[in-house]
């Protein structure tokens, strides 16, 4: 008997100014799935974008200057490391839709292959492909 991995229970959080034109630039320069995308107009309140691998990101649009705001993520400030099996076509991926590289891509001491870039937020997302350590048993 085979068991699946439980589904994603930890889910990373980012807010945007431009939420829609984030959600296209996070789907056409990394691979992100558009899940779903509940919102009026520009406004986006809840999407969730699917990395296909396992796990993804929510985000939604920041709230007008000087409403209140229960959810205080300010744009631009998120950062996430997202395991890919294959860097380099990401990498190329990434920099053909115009994301701003942080750091090329290179070999870790630790036996990754990682690069990291920025989104138009100004978000910074790093790739590559450690997979973190197993889990104790």
């Given at each position: 008997?085979?068991?699946?991995?439980?589904?994603?229970?930890?889910?990373?959080?980012?807010?945007?100014?431009?939420?829609?034109?984030?959600i296209r630039f996070l789907v056409d320069a990394f691979g992100?799935?558009?899940?779903?995308?509940?919102?009026?107009?520009?406004?986006?309140?809840?999407?969730?974008?699917?990395?296909?691998?396992?796990?993804?990101?929510?985000?939604?649009?920041?709230?007008?200057?000087?409403?209140?705001?229960?959810?205080?993520?300010?744009?631009?400030?998120?950062?996430?490391?997202?395991?890919?099996?294959?860097?380099?076509?990401?990498?190329?991926?990434?920099?053909?839709?115009?994301?701003?590289?942080?750091?090329?891509?290179?070999?870790?001491?630790?036996?990754?292959?990682?690069?990291?870039?920025?989104?138009?937020?100004?978000?910074?997302?790093?790739?590559?492909?450690?997979?973190?350590?197993?889990?104790?048993?």
């Open positions: 008997m085979t068991s699946e991995p439980p589904p994603p229970q930890v889910w990373p959080t980012l807010r945007a100014r431009d939420a829609r034109a984030l992100f799935e558009e899940t779903v995308v509940y919102g009026e107009g520009d406004r986006v309140d809840h999407a969730q974008l699917s990395w296909p691998p396992g796990g993804g990101v929510m985000l939604g649009s920041a709230p007008v200057s000087g409403s209140e705001d229960p959810w205080a993520v300010t744009p631009g400030t998120f950062a996430a490391y997202v395991v890919t099996d294959d860097p380099d076509a990401l990498f190329a991926r990434a920099k053909a839709a115009g994301a701003p590289v942080v750091r090329e891509l290179h070999e870790t001491d630790y036996g990754s292959r990682d690069f990291a870039v920025r989104d138009p937020e100004g978000n910074l997302w790093s790739f590559g492909t450690y997979p973190g350590e197993p889990r104790k048993a």
